[in-house]
């Protein structure tokens, strides 16, 4: 069946760099888009959301970049801090539908 | 930070027994679901509601039913307990004209 997965299951980046987490979608129908954060022994936060007649949302030190041509998503985390650990997941909301359908985590580790 | 309660956020019982999982919203909204999550995996939609006495089953089959009494309310309840429903259980919430969805702590559920 259609879902969405993330390219790679961890990441591992230095105190202050970027970090970029994939995701990659398969529905075309769908038409918005969250990243969450889930730390350790949490509920997923959310940290931004993008709808499909967007190719580019910025937050705080976050940004999410939509490719609908290759149904590619992405979180870029600007100046990676220790307190950026965590799993990451990407959901969509398939076209019509009001249930987010999430993909597979990338565990993202900050080292100091 | 959003305002959802789970209870208990950690339940270890013996296979047989009935549990109910409670979740609770302070935000007034309509829409509620649980998710199903095991240890470093994805999360999976297995109950959702879009109000008062309206319930849902998700994309994952699940043996636990729920209710919705009331707006604030969406208990989870598993009547006889086994140890394949050993997991992590998530609640959440989200408004009547939004997508993005706030979520509890959860409930870590080991059935012996």
């Known amino acids: 069946g259609e879902s969405v997965g993330l390219h790679l299951p961890t990441l591992s980046v230095q105190e202050g760099d970027n970090s970029i987490i994939n995701c990659a979608y398969s529905n075309s129908a769908s038409d918005y888009f969250i990243w969450y954060k889930q730390e350790s022994g949490k509920g997923p936060q959310f940290i931004i959301d993008i709808r499909s007649n967007m190719d580019k949302r910025q937050g705080q030190r976050v940004t999410v970049l939509l490719n609908k041509t290759v149904k590619h998503l992405s979180l870029q985390i600007a100046a990676t801090q220790p307190g950026d650990s965590a799993v990451y997941f990407c959901?969509?909301?398939?076209?019509?539908?009001?249930?987010?359908?999430f993909g597979k985590g990338t565990k993202l580790t900050v080292n100091p | 930070e959003a305002d959802i309660y789970q209870t208990p956020r950690y339940l270890v019982i013996g296979t047989g027994k009935k549990i109910t999982l409670e979740c609770s919203q302070t935000m007034g909204h309509d829409k509620m679901y649980w998710y199903q999550q095991d240890p470093g995996m994805e999360l999976h939609l297995i109950h959702y509601?879009?109000?008062?006495?309206?319930?849902e089953k998700g994309d994952l089959s699940s043996e636990s039913t729920v209710s919705r009494i009331r707006t604030e309310h969406f208990p989870l309840t598993l009547e006889s307990a086994r140890p394949s429903h050993t997991s992590q259980y998530l609640c959440?919430?989200?408004?009547?004209?939004?997508?993005?969805?706030?979520f509890g702590q959860g409930t870590r559920l080991t059935v012996v």
């Open positions: 959901a969509e909301a398939q076209g019509g539908s009001e249930k987010l359908v």
């Open positions: 959440a919430s989200s408004a009547r004209q939004r997508t993005e969805a706030f």
């Open positions: 509601s879009y109000g008062v006495n309206s319930t």
